[in-house]
C-alpha cells in the first residue's frame, strides 16, 4: 500500500540543507526559543493571576497548580526540541505555547463562571482546566514522539497512499457507524465514542490527506502541469486531469452530507486547493475547486434542512434568536464582541456563561470581549507569525515534498482559524470547529501537537547545516603519470 518515494528533488537522498560551508556550524537559536517561551509563562502566569483578581477571589492554590503544569510541560517540549530538533525554527513553539497557555486561561475563567451551575438535567458543571492540561501533557508526549521516532520528513512520502487510504476512512467512518458509537452532538456526527472516551477522528485525517497529498501532487507532477483549452486567459487542466479534483470534491460532499459537519468539509476542500495552486502555480485549479465546492454547496443547502438552518442563522441570527436550533449562539456572540469594544472589559470581567460552548467552538468570543479588539487582534498576529514560520521554513527546504507538506500544514492551522473567527463575527455560516490550541479537547490537542513537530521536522531540515562530502580519491591524468621503463625479458 505504501507509495513510492517522489524521486528528484524530492527523494530521500536529495539535499535539505541551505548551509553548504563545510567550516561553518549553524546557529541552533534555542537560547532564544528559551527565552520566548519564558516570556509566554510569564504572560500566562500574569492573565492567570488577574483572573482570579477580578473574580474578587483570594488567589488559590489552583493557580500554583496550572502554572507548575505548563512550565513543566514546555520546559519539557523545548528539551525535546533541542534534543532531537536542534536547527528547527525558534519561533513556532513559543507562538503554540502562548496560544495554549491564554486557551488554558480563558478555560480556567470559564470554569469560574459555571462553578456551581445547576443544568436542566439536574448535573453540575464540571471544571475542565485541569483535564486540558492532561490533554496538553499528552499532546506534548505525542509531540515529542514524532521528533524522536521521524528523523526525516521524507520517510513519510513511501507510505503517502496508505496515510491516503487511513485518512479517507478516518474522515468518513463517523457517517456511516450507528448512533451508540457515532452520537450526534450539537447537529454535526463527527465523534466516535469508545467506552468513556470521545475522540473526533477528522483532526488526524486532515494530516494524514495532507501527506498524501504533498507525495501524490509531486510524484504526478506532470499529470497536474499539462494544459488544455485556454478559457479567459486561463489555461484549464485536461478533463481527464480533473479525477483527483473530483474525487476530493466528492469526498467534501460526503462529509456535509454523512456528518452534517461544513467546517471539515470547507477545512479539507481549502487545503486541497492550496496544495494544488502551490504544486502547480496554476489559478486555474481554484477557480474550477472554488466553483465546484459552491454548486455542491448550493445543491447541499436546496436538499439538506441542517444547511438551510445554518444559512438563515448565518444571514439574520437576532430574528431567530428564540428558535429551537436558530441563532442564540451567535448573536449572544456578536453581543460579546460588542461588549468588549477596543479595550474589552477585562480579564474575569466578562459573561462568559451566557455564550454556549465558550470553552470550545465561541472560545475566541470569549477572548474578544475579555480582551477586547486590541487582544483579538494580538491574538491573530501569533497566529499569523506561527504560520508565516512555518511557511518559511516550507520555503526553504529544498525537497518538493518538504515544500508541499509545510506549506498545507501551515495553511491548515491558519484557514481554520480563518473558519472560526469568520463563524464567531457572521462573515460565514458558522461550522462548529474549534481553534487551535486555545478551544478545550483532546482530539484537536492531539493533532495540532504533531503537526507543530512535522513543521518542527521540516524547518529544522531547512536550516541544518550540510555535512560536508567526503571527497572522492581522484585519479591523477594520464599526463601526469610517471614513465615506468618495462626492460623486456631475454
Known amino acids: 500500500m505504501g507509495s513510492p518515494a517522489p524521486t528528484g528533488e524530492g527523494s530521500p537522498g536529495a539535499s535539505v540543507a541551505t548551509n553548504t560551508s563545510p567550516g561553518l556550524k549553524a546557529p541552533t537559536r534555542r537560547g532564544t526559543e528559551l527565552v520566548m517561551l519564558s516570556f509566554a509563562a510569564g504572560l500566562v502566569t500574569l492573565a492567570l493571576i488577574l483572573v482570579e483578581l477580578n473574580q474578587e477571589r483570594s488567589l488559590s492554590m489552583r493557580i500554583l497548580y496550572l502554572g507548575v503544569a505548563y512550565l513543566a510541560l514546555f520546559a519539557c517540549a523545548h528539551l525535546a526540541v533541542r534534543r532531537w530538533a536542534p536547527y528547527a525554527d525558534p519561533a513556532i513553539l513559543p507562538c503554540v505555547a502562548l496560544l495554549n497557555g491564554l486557551g488554558l486561561v480563558v478555560i480556567h475563567r470559564i470554569d469560574l463562571a459555571l462553578e456551581g451551575t445547576v443544568f436542566l438535567d439536574g448535573s453540575t458543571w464540571d471544571p475542565v482546566a485541569f483535564k486540558q492540561v492532561i490533554w496538553t501533557g499528552i499532546g506534548l508526549l505525542m509531540f515529542a514522539a514524532t521528533l524522536k521516532f521521524l528523523p526525516d520528513h521524507r520517510m513519510l512520502a513511501r507510505f503517502g497512499y496508505t496515510f491516503g487510504l487511513v485518512g479517507l476512512v478516518a474522515l468518513l467512518l463517523p457517517g456511516v457507524l450507528p448512533g451508540f458509537i457515532a452520537p450526534t452532538i450539537n447537529g454535526a456526527k463527527i465523534w466516535l465514542r469508545i467506552g468513556p472516551l470521545s475522540i473526533q477522528p ?12 504533498a507525495a501524490f501532487l509531486v510524484s504526478k507532477r506532470d499529470l497536474f502541469t499539462v494544459a488544455g483549452r485556454r478559457f479567459l486567459g486561463m489555461d484549464l487542466p485536461r478533463a481527464r486531469d480533473l479525477g483527483p479534483l473530483f474525487a476530493a470534491w466528492g469526498v467534501t460532499v460526503a462529509v456535509m452530507v454523512l456528518q452534517k459537519d461544513l467546517g471539515s468539509s470547507l477545512l479539507f476542500f481549502g487545503i486541497v486547493l492550496v496544495l494544488l495552486y502551490v504544486a502547480t502555480e496554476r489559478a486555474a485549479w481554484v477557480v474550477l475547486g472554488l466553483g465546484l465546492f459552491s454548486g455542491g454547496a448550493i445543491v447541499a443547502w436546496k436538499l439538506f434542512t441542517h444547511v438551510q438552518q445554518r444559512v438563515a442563522n448565518w444571514q439574520d441570527p437576532i430574528a431567530r434568536y428564540d428558535v429551537v436550533g436558530g441563532g442564540y449562539q451567535i448573536s449572544q456572540s456578536l453581543f460579546a464582541l460588542a461588549t468588549g469594544g477596543i479595550g474589552g472589559a477585562g480579564l474575569g470581567a466578562g ?20 480582551l477586547g479588539f486590541v487582544g483579538f487582534a494580538a491574538l491573530l498576529l501569533v497566529y499569523m507569525v506561527f504560520a508565516l514560520r512555518g511557511l518559511r521554513g516550507a520555503i526553504s527546504v529544498r525537497d518538493s515534498f518538504g515544500k508541499l507538506l509545510g506549506g498545507g500544514l501551515a495553511f491548515a492551522v491558519c484557514f481554520q482559524v480563518f473558519i472560526v473567527v469568520g463563524g464567531i463575527t457572521k462573515l460565514i455560516p458558522m461550522t462548529g470547529i474549534t481553534a487551535p490550541f486555545l478551544s478545550y479537547g483532546g482530539s484537536s490537542l492531539l493533532a495540532n501537537y504533531i503537526l507543530v513537530a512535522l513543521l518542527l521536522r521540516i524547518s529544522a531540515a531547512a536550516r541544518a547545516p550540510q555535512r560536508a562530502a567526503k571527497p572522492k580519491p581522484q585519479q591523477p591524468a594520464i599526463a601526469d603519470q610517471h614513465t615506468v621503463m618495462v626492460e623486456r625479458p631475454k
Not at 477528522?202 to 497529498?213: D, H, P, R, S, T
Not at 465561541?362 to 477572548?367: L, S
Open 202 to 213: 477528522g483532526e488526524f485525517a486532515k494530516i494524514l490527506l495532507m501527506v498524501f497529498f
Open 351 to 370: 459573561r462568559p456563561e451566557m455564550i454556549p460552548e465558550a470553552n470550545t467552538d465561541f472560545i475566541t468570543a470569549v477572548i474578544g470581549e475579555e
